[in-house]
């Protein structure tokens, strides 16, 4: 059971956006942490993908956005391509436990 | 750039202790957060701990009696000892470099680990 809540996979077709809800707590992202999101292609290393809830670092399309409301956050990708095709971790600090937490992943499948 | 690279054994015996070291390579190890995560096989991550470059550390609760952090800034390097392994602790164990924000920017490739006897 992952500290921050992810639905395990979301789908959509080429040029179709979709979004990824990361829903977290008091302790976490309602208490003012940011969130950050990693993208996952099968085989490699995490990539981070949104830092502070709504800044890409640089080389990341600007069809990767992320926001954040309360206790929750958002990571929304327009124009879908076949090589988004990976899974999607949230990520915050949590101030109960005194450290980051993940969200337990959203495996994204380019129809 | 700065690069991470994930050493250590493959294969571990249950009881033992598993030992890891991530070198920093392109960039200075000096003033920033460094960190270890880990992924299951087929799970999501789970963030073990950090260690600042000055030796200070902090460790997941849920690991902390068995988690040991180190820091070699002489030699651009820091470690990871997970004591009493269990096949629970069979993951690709991955190295980052945490920013002030929490944010894990840079990640080594990451090392899989299996505990078996």
């Known amino acids: 059971q992952s500290v921050l809540t992810q639905p395990p996979s979301v789908s959509g077709a080429p040029g179709q956006r979709v979004s990824i809800s990361c829903t977290g707590s008091?302790?976490?992202?309602?208490?003012?942490?940011?969130v950050h999101w990693y993208q996952q292609l099968p085989g490699t290393a995490p990539k981070l993908l949104i830092y502070?809830?709504?800044n890409r670092p640089s080389g990341v399309p600007d069809r990767f956005s992320g926001s954040k409301s309360g206790t929750s956050a958002s990571l929304a990708i327009t124009g879908l391509q076949a090589e988004d095709e990976a899974d999607y971790y949230c990520?915050?600090?949590?101030?109960?436990?005194?450290?980051?937490?993940f969200g337990g992943g959203t495996k994204l499948t380019v129809l | 750039q700065v690069q991470l690279q994930e050493s250590g054994p493959g294969l571990v015996k249950p009881s033992e202790t598993l030992s890891l070291t991530c070198t920093v390579s392109?960039?200075?190890?000096?003033?920033?957060?460094w960190s270890w995560i880990r992924q299951s096989p087929g799970k999501g991550l789970e963030y073990i701990g950090y260690?600042?470059?000055?030796?200070?550390?902090s460790y997941n609760p849920s690991l902390k009696s068995r988690v040991t952090l180190s820091v070699d800034a002489s030699k651009n390097q820091f470690s990871l000892k997970l004591s009493s392994v269990t096949a629970a602790d069979t993951a690709v164990y991955y190295c980052?470099?945490?920013?002030?924000?929490?944010?894990?920017?840079?990640w080594g490739h990451g090392t899989m680990v299996t505990v078996s006897s």
């Open positions: 980052a470099r945490e920013r002030g924000i929490k944010a894990f920017d840079i």
């Open positions: 392109g960039g200075s190890i000096r003033s920033y957060y």
């Open positions: 260690v600042y470059y000055s030796g200070s550390t």
């Open positions: 008091s302790s976490n992202i309602g208490a003012g942490y940011d």
């Open positions: 502070a809830n709504t």
């Open positions: 990520q915050s600090y949590d101030s109960s436990l005194s450290g980051s937490v």
